[in-house]
């Protein structure tokens, strides 16, 4: 079993075996943020808080039998004692959290964030009725906005969906530009339905583009920059030639919505064809812009 999940299974057994889901998000949120390196990551969603990844993980044991759970709810079946699993950094963590915030209610841990963790509130369908005038205001502050005009493009590889997504919202990204030929990843979150799905929750559009992408097929054997130099190659010779209109389209794109981001797998922007297509729509005639690499 993956440890992250014996954290949610201790986390459940610390307060008898059953939490409202607001809570348990609220306290997982907590937890990860006094772990030096989180086991979760989370974003701005709409009841505060939110970790996309805990969820699922949430669902996988349900179905595995180890939770159950019912509209409001999530409760630990059995009696395997996953404290002694953890740590002991992470059951010092554990034990404080149970000690501070054991009898809150849903809509006090909720507060209790958003009063703490201003950025994590500002999609929240719940502030505006549980937070004073003054207190909205701050939430309402922490919003990222920007007028600005900027193409940015982005990776996947090495950061959690939750660490992406933020990436994301943190430059006011309003449409997000998927160029891969084949949209589907083994990685949680980021293939086309679900990164659609997860975008759009988070109020940003998703446009997937694959004819500016380059053919699974055409990837093999890629082990040094010089391969990817010489696939990039036939990539500005071949496709950018032939894709003109989609190049069009994308600068008619961030023309109207002003933050949009073109998104690949690679981490490395030298080593994805996405720097290319960007550094191919900058020539277009309209270009007058900002590119920035995320």
Same mark, same amino acid.
């Given at each position: 079993?993956?440890?992250?999940?014996?954290?949610?299974?201790?986390?459940?057994?610390?307060?008898?075996g059953?939490?409202?889901?607001?809570?348990l998000?609220?306290?997982?949120?907590? !937890?990860?943020?006094?772990?030096?390196?989180?086991?979760?990551d989370?974003?701005?969603?709409?009841?505060?808080?939110?970790?996309?990844?805990?969820?699922?993980?949430?669902?996988?044991?349900?179905?595995?039998?180890?939770l159950?759970?019912?509209k409001?709810?999530?409760?630990?079946?059995?009696?395997?004692?996953?404290?002694?699993?953890l740590n002991?950094?992470?059951?010092?963590?554990?034990?404080?959290i149970?000690?501070?915030?054991?009898?809150?209610?849903?809509?006090?841990?909720m507060?209790?964030?958003?009063?703490?963790?201003?950025?994590?509130a500002?999609?929240s369908?719940?502030?505006?009725?549980?937070?004073?005038?003054?207190?909205?205001?701050?939430?309402?502050?922490?919003?990222?906005?920007?007028?600005?005009?900027?193409?940015?493009?982005?990776?996947?590889?090495?950061?959690?969906?939750?660490?992406?997504?933020?990436?994301?919202?943190?430059?006011?990204?309003?449409?997000?530009?998927?160029?891969?030929?084949?949209?589907?990843?083994?990685? !949680?979150?980021?293939?086309?339905?679900?990164?659609?799905?997860?975008?759009?929750?988070?109020?940003?559009?998703y446009?997937?583009i694959?004819?500016?992408?380059?053919?699974?097929?055409?990837?093999?054997?890629?082990?040094t920059?010089?391969?990817?130099?010489?696939?990039?190659?036939?990539?500005?010779?071949?496709?950018?030639?032939?894709?003109?209109?989609?190049?069009?389209?994308?600068?008619?794109?961030?023309?109207?919505?002003?933050r949009?981001?073109?998104?690949?797998?690679?981490?490395?922007?030298?080593?994805?064809?996405?720097?290319?297509?960007?550094?191919?729509?900058?020539?277009?005639?309209?270009?007058?812009?900002?590119?920035?690499?995320?």
């Amino acid at each position: 079993m993956f440890y992250r999940r014996k954290i949610i299974l201790a986390l459940l057994q610390a307060f008898e075996g059953k939490l409202p889901k607001i809570s348990l998000q609220k306290l997982l949120f907590l !937890f990860a943020n006094r772990q030096t390196k989180p086991d979760y990551d989370f974003v701005p969603y709409k009841f505060g808080c939110y970790s996309f990844s805990a969820n699922a993980d949430l669902t996988a044991m349900v179905k595995h039998r180890q939770l159950s759970e019912d509209k409001m709810s999530i409760t630990k079946i059995g009696s395997i004692d996953y404290v002694i699993m953890l740590n002991e950094k992470d059951k010092k963590i554990l034990i404080n959290i149970k000690n501070t915030y054991g009898n809150l209610t849903p809509d006090s841990l909720m507060k209790l964030t958003y009063l703490n963790y201003h950025y994590y509130a500002i999609n929240s369908l719940k502030a505006k009725e549980i937070l004073t005038d003054i207190q909205y205001v701050k939430i309402l502050n922490a919003k990222p906005t920007n007028t600005k005009t900027i193409l940015f493009t982005i990776g996947y590889q090495g950061i959690s969906l939750e660490g992406y997504l933020n990436r994301l919202i943190k430059n006011d990204v309003k449409v997000l530009v998927d160029v891969r030929n084949n949209a589907l990843s083994m990685k !949680f979150g980021f293939s086309k339905t679900q990164l659609k799905t997860f975008c759009t929750s988070l109020n940003i559009e998703y446009l997937h583009i694959p004819e500016v992408g380059i053919q699974p097929e055409q990837r093999q054997e890629l082990k040094t920059q010089i391969d990817y130099d010489n696939l990039f190659d036939v990539y500005k010779k071949q496709n950018l030639k032939r894709t003109t209109s989609q190049q069009q389209q994308i600068l008619n794109l961030l023309i109207e919505k002003k933050r949009i981001a073109l998104t690949c797998f690679e981490a490395n922007i030298c080593q994805c064809h996405r720097k290319h297509l960007a550094e191919a729509i900058i020539k277009l005639p309209e270009w007058n812009y900002e590119l920035k690499h995320i």
